[in-house]
């Protein structure tokens, strides 16, 4: 299936630092969204990004929504712990396509307290 | 306001048997979004109902359908069950305005075909 490139996959960083991953596709999108998921449970929507150039803040998250519209990245200052997991960029192009989001890989996060 | 719940949240199935799966929106919202997430290919786009239409239909075969009440409950049901079923099936809610699009996942159902 369709998927956007993730990357890293993996990051096993310490207490304290700034995260960084980001998401690129060969085709333009409307709309960008970052989400999180924890073990055994669904994804929770994180930042949502609607317009190009955008940049979005929640809390210690900052999200951009490329220039270009293909791509788009996520930053997490001052990591903690309960930063742990999976995170993933998701991409929605309206046109013909509905409500269909077409998923990043994932980064999985790891922090050493 | 209640999140978007799933049921049953596990099930275990065997390879010939059909399924239904549960699955209820935020209050208010009118798109159900069905995805199945596996280890070796991620999270797939199943299909999208809004007003109780499709709206979306990703690349899966016809053995896997679904539908929507005027409630905008919605179920997925996924006939003559392969062992490559198993995975956790999610569905998301959004108010379904193309553009403004957030949509809001449950806590899944983990199906396992033996």
């Known amino acids: 299936g369709q998927q956007l490139n993730q990357s890293p996959q993996s990051m096993f960083i310490q207490e304290g630092e700034d995260v960084s991953m980001n998401c690129t596709s060969s085709s333009i999108f409307n709309t960008w969204l970052w989400y999180k998921q924890d073990p055994g449970e669904g994804p929770v929507l994180l930042i949502a990004l609607y317009k190009a150039g955008e940049l979005t803040s929640n809390g210690r998250l900052t999200a951009q929504f490329g220039i270009t519209r293909k791509d788009s990245f996520l930053n997490i200052s001052a990591s903690i712990p309960s930063d742990v997991g999976i995170y993933f960029c998701?991409?929605?192009?309206?046109?013909?396509?509905?409500?269909?989001?077409?998923f990043g890989q994932g980064t999985e996060l790891s922090v050493k307290p | 306001k209640a999140g978007v719940t799933q049921t049953p949240r596990y099930l275990i199935k065997t390879r010939g048997q059909q399924v239904t799966l549960s699955c209820s929106p935020i209050?208010?919202?009118?798109?159900v979004s069905w995805y199945q997430q596996t280890p070796g290919q991620g999270l797939q786009f199943l299909f999208e109902y809004f007003s109780e239409t499709q709206r979306n239909k990703g690349n899966f075969p016809g053995r896997f359908s679904g539908r929507q009440f005027s409630n905008s409950r919605s179920e997925m049901n996924v006939s003559t069950l392969e062992l490559g079923d198993s995975a956790l099936y999610l569905c998301?809610?959004?108010?379904?305005?193309?553009?403004?699009?957030?949509?809001?996942f449950g806590p899944g159902t983990r199906l396992t075909v033996t």
């Open positions: 209050s208010g919202h009118r798109s």
């Open positions: 998701a991409g929605q192009w309206i046109y013909n396509q509905g409500g269909k989001l077409i």
């Open positions: 998301a809610s959004s108010a379904g305005r193309l553009g403004l699009d957030e949509q809001y």
